[in-house]
């Protein structure tokens, strides 16, 4: 999308010349927002209009630009950004701006420059030489980078919205749990599929009521047909599906019978043992010790997993970052190019994830508490949808729409 | 009295082509050239008008045309600045003539083209300006700036007709003639929602400039050859005086391209 300001003075309602330049607009395929609007009180007074134009490309744009001239308006001169530089590591200066998760740009030397990795709660660091601007956390900030500084020279442009008519993913779509799932879960199916045929990247954001609940096995399938590339969780979500791959049971409970097992109490302790002993996950896959479950699925298929730790963790198990600051750091390095994500059961990695993806990214949420999915759908408004239900039942439905859908078609991603 | 300004043919000659009307191969035959001017001359002579006459110049052809030498609202003055550099060499001397006389001189910023009453008359309570082939949109603000008047802004959109006062005449009863085709869906619309009792002019009577017509109250002198508007405006009680303008059509003028009044209006209250 490009996108260049244009101003509008004088008569120009009774000449009809502002509803004249809004159609040449939608006209041409572009689209306008009016930034500002002052109507002359008086017969003779004349009045002003600021248009924000964005058109696919710079040519139309430029094509564009040159038929409004014609009619009076006059393109805004962007100023550029303010700087200053960062006082010290780790701190931003007085007044730094602060980004959204929509797509930002900043004037930079006569040019608008895309802000790399969108991201909410954000500044931005520009790169003078490089000529590049980058959306930074605290941390990642050294003394004397130049920092954006007050909101000038600044243009954020909200994601496009979906409407009801065309996709699930519509301003604050929440499905209560009183209301029928099936035909939302099956458009689901068929945005999963088409981000998979499109070669999109799907991530997974699970608590471990996916092990808890059952719902394991569903998981699974999901990711060995290929339609899951990260998984971002926790240590409980790895310990207990290690643990029901090598005992049946979640934090000692019989996944089959529901009841506590034995002596089963104990078992968390012993498949967090388990894989230290074999020194990770991975390793335990490839020993033949780990022969089942998601983290034997995801070691197969080749999916990236992030586990972070929290203060509770017992073990942690090996490949668990507990520094939460280098957790962030990795999931961030690991959103860049995800195009949805599921989020299962797991508030604060899912409120995490939220912070780390631009506006742009779809978002599916699902949990059996409505105050959870308000919660993250609120993150997203326009590119959500949350689902208020049991996971397990979720999942089934999804990968049998899956399964049902890609037979029918004869294929299976990989 | 109205007062009229009005530049004798002497150097007048299809000498470049700005216009789709111009033919340099096709050159005005200059008795009739004269005859048909001192026509208009005489004829808004006899019609309670004063006639002022500016004197011609050498190498500049269109200075006949004084309807383009800028637009007079009460002492004001506002010369044009032309397009077309043939005939920018216009400008200073109406700017000067009118001065000696007592106008206050306003110019227009010098990068906004603006080709005086050619694209700027007064219908209603309102100036209806012209825009694109000649005039810039952006001089109308100016102009409704300087005078502190509703300037509606129209389109053209038929390089035929590319001053405003080649397709759009109004009428000292608060209507107008025009050919609508001459402006976009846009004009169109503003100017038949300001201006009640149009009178829509056919295109065989339009390309013969029917509403390049000098209007003093209720007469009203135009190209010949106009007769289903000569009869409408002559129902609506204005007397009519056609006149032959053959060799002023090669350049794309007529009967009021060859006008300008002093002033058009007193004042835009």
Not at chain 1, 73 to 84: F, G, N
Not at chain 1, 90 to 104: A, H, K, L, R, S
Not at chain 1, 166 to 187: C, D, G, L, M, Y
Not at chain 2, 27 to 35: E, F, K, N, S
Request: one cysteine or more.
């Amino acid at each position: 999308m490009s996108s260049e300001t244009v101003e509008l003075r004088g008569h120009i309602i009774d000449s009809l010349i502002l509803p004249k330049v809004l159609d040449e607009i939608l006209t041409r395929g572009a689209e306008f927002t009016i930034a500002e609007i002052r109507i002359g009180q008086n017969r003779v007074d004349q009045s002003y209009a600021r248009i924000d134009v964005s058109s696919a490309s710079n040519d139309a744009l430029g094509d564009l630009l040159l038929r409004l001239r014609q009619h009076g308006a006059e393109v805004v001169e962007r100023k550029e950004v303010q700087l200053a530089p960062a006082p010290a590591d780790g701190v931003f200066p007085e007044d730094f701006y602060v980004t959204t998760n929509q797509q930002t740009f900043a004037q930079i030397g006569g040019k608008e420059l895309a802000v790399e990795s969108p991201m909410m709660d954000s500044a931005i660091v520009v790169n003078r030489d490089g000529r590049t601007a980058r959306s930074v956390k605290f941390y990642e900030v050294r003394k004397g980078d130049d920092v954006v500084v007050g909101q000038q020279g600044i243009r954020v442009q909200a994601a496009e919205r979906e409407t009801s008519h065309t996709s699930v993913f519509n301003f604050n779509n929440q499905i209560s749990s009183e209301t029928p799932k099936t035909a939302i879960i099956r458009e689901l199916a068929g945005e999963f599929q088409r981000i998979r045929k499109e070669h999109g990247q799907i991530l997974v954001v699970a608590g471990p009521a996916v092990v808890h609940t059952g719902a394991g096995a569903y998981l699974e399938s999901l990711i060995t047909h290929g339609y899951v590339q990260r998984l971002f969780t926790g240590n409980g979500l790895a310990v207990y599906d290690v643990e029901s791959a090598l005992y049946g049971t979640s934090l000692g409970v019989n996944l089959e019978h529901g009841a506590l097992s034995d002596a089963g109490h104990v078992n968390h302790m012993r498949a967090i043992n388990r894989i230290r002993e074999a020194g990770g996950i991975a390793e335990a896959v490839e020993q033949k010790i780990l022969t089942r479950g998601i983290m034997h699925a995801c070691v197969r298929q080749g999916v990236d997993i992030v586990l972070s730790g929290s203060i509770r963790d017992e073990g942690p198990i090996p490949g668990v970052t507990t520094d939460a600051v280098e957790a962030q750091r990795i999931m961030r390095e690991k959103v860049r190019d995800v195009a949805l994500v599921l989020m299962m059961g797991s508030m604060l990695h899912s409120i995490a994830v939220l912070n780390m993806v631009p506006a742009t990214v779809k978002i599916v949420c699902v949990d059996i508490d409505p105050r959870v999915v308000n919660r993250l759908t609120s993150y997203q408004p326009f590119q959500a949808v949350g689902l208020v239900t049991d996971v397990k039942p979720f999942l089934r439905e999804l990968t049998e729409n899956i399964e049902a859908s890609a037979g029918a078609n004869g294929a299976a991603v990989a | 009295m109205r007062e009229l300004l009005l530049c004798p043919p002497d150097h007048y000659g299809i000498e470049y082509e700005i216009n789709p009307w111009m033919s340099r191969a096709r050159g005005a035959d200059t008795p009739l050239v004269q005859a048909q001017w001192k026509g208009l001359y005489e004829t808004l002579s006899k019609l309670d008008a004063k006639v002022h006459l500016i004197p011609p110049k050498e190498r500049l052809p269109d200075m006949v045309f004084t309807a383009n030498a800028g637009l007079t609202v009460g002492r004001k003055f506002i010369p044009s600045n032309f397009r077309h550099q043939e005939r920018s060499g216009e400008a200073p001397l109406f700017a000067k003539w009118m001065e000696e006389r007592g106008y206050e001189i306003s110019w227009l910023p010098s990068n906004l083209y603006f080709e005086g009453e050619g694209d700027a008359l007064f219908g209603g309570d309102a100036l209806f300006c012209g825009y694109k082939f000649r005039t810039d949109i952006n001089s109308h603000r100016a102009v409704a700036d300087l005078l502190g008047c509703l300037v509606i802004s129209v389109e053209l959109v038929d390089p035929r007709f590319y001053h405003i006062d080649t397709c759009f005449c109004p009428l000292t009863d608060g209507g107008a003639m025009w050919f609508p085709a001459a402006f976009d869906e846009y004009g169109q619309r503003a100017i038949r929602d300001h201006l009640p009792n149009l009178i829509d002019v056919p295109e065989e009577e339009a390309t013969g400039f029917c509403c390049n017509a000098v209007v003093l109250d209720h007469d009203i002198v135009l190209p010949e050859g106009a007769r289903s508007v000569i009869a409408q405006l002559r129902d609506r009680g204005y007397s009519c005086h056609p006149l032959p303008m053959s060799e002023f059509l090669k350049a794309g003028g007529a009967c009021k391209c060859l006008t300008m009044h002093m002033p058009q209006r007193e004042s835009c209250a």
